[in-house]
């Protein structure tokens, strides 16, 4: 009896620790992919992180552009055509920040993002969303602005006299003035500058500008921000 009783311990015995082990090598195989999840996410978010740097940029050389045509037009001092074309042509072309979601969004469709051990990490992934949403919202306002802005302008400006697009390389939009002709037709061009002055809706489309990309900018340093923290903590994670 106490032999058979032996016997059905170190089964049960056995059972336990068979278990253990599956349960252990189960564990490893998710942290695994888990791992993987990680270096992929954090690939995407430092990519992220030098297109925010850029975008950035580009926001703060808007502002300061917005700045500088609404103080000319306070003034109706126009000084360079030169000048006002390249403050004029920051403000016209845009770029937008799209995030690289890939590592994420395969994370959310396979399941796995829920089997996140690091509570935090989950918790930041998830506000980190919310504020790509809300730049999304933040630069569609600012196409619908942007297009009632340009539409103004152009109905005051002949901007395509300004350059000279045979010698311009447009699919880089580097562009080259054409200086003959606005050296020889500068006094109507500056009557056309002063005219587009006194447009009200002009005026606060420029205005709009100067505060929807100061705001923008804020936005992206946030978020800026948020990657930097999930940087870390998935640094810490991965090692």
Partial sequence: MLY??????????????????NDWN??????????????NLKNDLQTDKERLDYIIGIANTKVKAAKKVKRQADHDSIGSLYDFTSDMMTLIF??????????????????NFSTIQNDEL?????????????IAASQEHMRYDFNVFLEDFEKYVDWGKYYNLNKSNIPKLDFVFDSIYIERNAAIMKLEVRELFKNKIFLNNIFL????????????HNTKSQISEIIDILNREVN
Avoid: C, H, W
Avoid at 5 to 13: D, K, M, Q, R, S
Avoid at 96 to 111: D, Q
Avoid at 126 to 132: C, E, G, R, V
């Fill in 209 to 220: 500008l100067e505060i929807n990309y100061t705001y923008e900018t804020d936005l992206l």
């Fill in 122 to 134: 989950k918790l930041k992934l998830m506000n980190l969303k919310k504020s790509y949403t809300e």
């Fill in 26 to 39: 189960e564990g490893r195989k998710q942290r695994l992919v888990e791992l993987k999840y990680f270096y």
């Fill in 4 to 21: 058979a009783i032996g016997e059905i311990l170190l089964v049960v015995i056995g059972i336990l620790i068979a278990l253990q082990v």
């Fill in 94 to 111: 845009v770029d937008e920040f799209r995030p690289n979601e890939n590592a994420y969004e395969e994370m959310k469709s396979s399941g």
